[in-house]
């Protein structure tokens, strides 16, 4: 029964709790993305993932906003921080699906591979992050946890250190990285040289000011 439980993680509930569990969640919604149950006993809703990606994304150039590097058509760039985005999903969908959607919305051309869907959970407290494996419903989750996001929320994020798909990233990718790393460097080296250029002339002044010749 468990192993069915995680092959098939959407079928917890029965029809009719699905359907009680509906109701209430529509019943606290304040927002107006509610859930709808279809005659098929398969339902639909929202769910909102806020982006937390460390390294830079590639869209089509015509997308692309804030620091970033061109390679033919496409360009890589930071997103900003605390991007929220809402998807439509049905409870059918996976992980992987509800990720591969979410970059399709978007145009991203990265391949989903390196990319991971996290839950946030508020318990006495604390927080807690955990990476969902590609078989489990974000919707279903969303369902039971209620429509309250600081009791539970969607990330997502590149996949840890030690978890990078190297191989899924392009040739194009890589040099598109390295340009940026080049110019953020070069702009840190800017600011380093004037703080330290700075300091020095404060220091030069203050020298001049104790070792008057007499």
Request: include cysteine; aromatic fraction near 8%.
């Amino acid at each position: 029964k468990d192993d069915q439980k995680e092959r098939e993680p959407h079928v917890y509930l029965s029809k009719e709790e699905v359907k009680e569990k509906i109701q209430s969640y529509n019943s606290s919604v304040t927002d107006k993305l509610k859930m709808t149950l279809n005659a098929n006993g398969i339902y639909t809703g929202f769910i909102k993932v806020q982006m937390e990606l460390c390294r830079p994304i590639t869209v089509q150039s015509s997308q692309s906003q804030g620091r970033c590097a061109h390679s033919n058509n496409e360009t890589a760039f930071y997103l900003p921080d605390g991007c929220v985005n809402t998807l439509h999903i049905s409870s059918t969908n996976t992980v992987r699906e509800v990720i591969e959607a979410l970059l399709r919305k978007f145009l991203v051309a990265d391949n989903p591979a390196k990319f991971a869907l996290y839950k946030r959970c508020h318990k006495e407290d604390q927080v807690y992050t955990c990476k969902l494996s590609d078989r489990e419903r974000p919707l279903y989750l969303r369902l039971v946890a209620g429509p309250r996001t600081e009791m539970l929320s969607f990330v997502l994020r590149e996949h840890e250190t030690g978890e990078v798909m190297w191989e899924a990233f392009s040739i194009p990718e890589l040099q598109n990285f390295l340009r940026i790393l080049d110019k953020e460097e070069n702009e840190q080296l800017q600011i380093l040289k004037k703080r330290y250029a700075a300091y020095r002339d404060k220091l030069e002044e203050a020298l001049g000011g104790v070792w008057k010749p007499g």
